[in-house]
């Protein structure tokens, strides 16, 4: 250390600026390796995750892994442990003979009602909505985010046949028990319970076709985490532009990866963003899966242009 201070002692205010100038350039460079470092190790624990049967699939889990992709320190263990006491506070004010639609409406009131959880209005496109832990500490969040959250919770209340119904531009819970009638839920709108006919309408908002939600399939763990990756792809671009959402389109295709639409859009931001050698992977592997639907032609002429 002494030698080190002496040799540094001996240079120019010049010579030390330039020295210091190159250290930061050296710390960044470091950091960009241990942030991609870590988002590979998501990717694989989110694949993971998702290639188990559906029933075995860890909606909650999965969905804080979306958030520790960008909050390297988040502790996922400390955020399942909270939504576990959520559960305990619920269950607290019934008897174990309590019936489904009476633990149904609790979840309802205890959410909406008695801890403010409610939908993001004014602030719609915020990235912090679409982070499970920042929708748990903020109580605030999209449809589907606040939808994880009410799956998770009926499901520790054994709740059984609780999903989600992906509405065409919005997202809603759909309780389905043997007997009774279906109940649909709004947790954006605060649990609002919805028949089939207002489901539609909602739907009919953000599209021009008729759905018809009574009929509509729910979704699986992995079409949400999808969507909600879907989402943060679209907010990113938005707001911050085609290389910031990149990492959001690499952890769809590391869940999708035989889906060629992702690949198709991947390599063609690459190639616009000036990375090539992720856009030549991702020509060759279309030319050599060869789906239908896709101007190979097109691609060729891309892929030689590189």
């Not at 390297?72 to 019934?94: K, T």
């Not at 309590?98 to 979840?107: R, V, W």
């Not at 649990?191 to 908002?205: C, M």
Request: aromatic letters at 6%.
């Amino acid at each position: 250390m002494q030698a080190l201070l002496a040799s540094i002692g001996n240079q120019s205010p010049d010579q030390l600026q330039d020295l210091a100038e190159l250290l930061e350039r050296r710390t960044d460079q470091i950091r960009g390796l241990a942030l991609e470092s870590h988002r590979l190790q998501i990717q694989k624990q989110l694949r993971t995750e998702l290639k188990q049967a559906e029933p075995q699939r860890n909606l909650l889990r999965a969905a804080l892994l979306i958030a520790k992709h960008d909050y390297p320190e988040l502790n996922i263990q400390a955020y399942e442990d909270a939504v576990n006491r959520m559960a305990e506070d619920i269950r607290d004010y019934h008897s174990t003979e309590a019936g489904e639609s009476d633990l149904i409406q609790s979840l309802i009131d205890f959410l909406f009602k008695e801890n403010g959880y409610h939908g993001s209005f004014s602030d719609y496109e915020n990235a912090a909505n679409s982070y499970l832990n920042k929708v748990i500490d903020d109580r605030e969040g999209l449809p589907i985010t606040l939808s994880v959250l009410f799956i998770e919770l009926a499901d520790r209340l054994g709740i059984k046949h609780v999903t989600g119904l992906p509405l065409p531009g919005h997202f809603i819970v759909k309780h389905q028990p043997q007997e009774g009638e279906v109940a649909l839920i709004d947790v954006f709108n605060s649990g609002k319970q919805l028949t089939f006919d207002e489901a539609n309408a909602l739907a009919l908002q953000y599209q021009v076709n008729n759905v018809s939600s009574e009929y509509m399939a729910s979704a699986t763990k992995r079409d949400i985490i999808i969507r909600m990756l879907s989402n943060l792809r679209y907010f990113t671009r938005s707001n911050s532009g085609l290389r910031d959402s990149l990492p959001y389109l690499d952890l769809m295709i590391a869940i999708d990866e035989e889906n060629a639409g992702l690949r198709l859009e991947r390599a063609t931001i690459c190639l616009r963003i000036g990375r090539r050698d992720m856009a030549r992977s991702d020509f060759e592997w279309l030319l050599e899966r060869r789906p239908e639907g896709l101007q190979l032609d097109r691609i060729r002429e891309a892929l030689r242009s590189l």
